[in-house]
């Protein structure tokens, strides 16, 4: 039996958060699972990732592959670190892990201003076609009448 450690979704429409949870990796992704491990809220700022840290170890010992996103959450809190030296018999008794993952940044990325040695090499005088047109005498006389 395939055992996976993997986000299970819940709350309302439009505002998720997940439980970390122990599953085989056959059944579906709000289904049935082993053991709840934890619980990750990424739309409050920081983001909030609560684990029962010997929960996991046991269950890494046991062969339970993390996803990506799971593996990608235990780094961002220092778990995962802790882990690779435990699994390498290190003592881990002086490591710490995060009580929050760091936050995100928001926001849109700001555009690029145009580089100054592209602004140099345009010509600075304007076009045939945005110089103005003059008007003659006879243009100007017919508007005044």
């Known amino acids: 039996m ?10 309302a429409k439009k505002r998720p958060f997940y439980r970390i949870v122990v599953a085989d990796s056959r059944m579906p992704r709000d289904g049935r699972f082993i053991e709840e491990v934890g619980y990750y809220n990424s739309l409050v700022e920081p983001m909030v990732v609560n684990l029962k840290e010997e929960r996991i170890y046991l269950w890494l010992e046991r062969g339970a592959q993390p996803t990506e996103t799971v593996k990608s959450l235990l780094k961002k809190v220092g778990l995962w670190a802790k882990w690779v030296v435990k699994k ?26 145009t580089p100054p040695a592209v602004a140099e090499a345009e010509p600075a005088t304007p076009s045939e076609e945005e110089k103005p047109v003059e008007q003659t005498e006879e243009e100007t006389s017919g508007k005044e009448e």
């Open 88 to 113: 390498g018999g290190g003592d881990i008794s002086e490591m710490e892990i995060a009580s929050q993952a760091p936050g995100r940044k928001k926001g849109k990325r700001k555009r690029e201003e």
């Open 2 to 11: 395939p055992i996976k450690i993997r986000l299970r979704r819940m709350g």
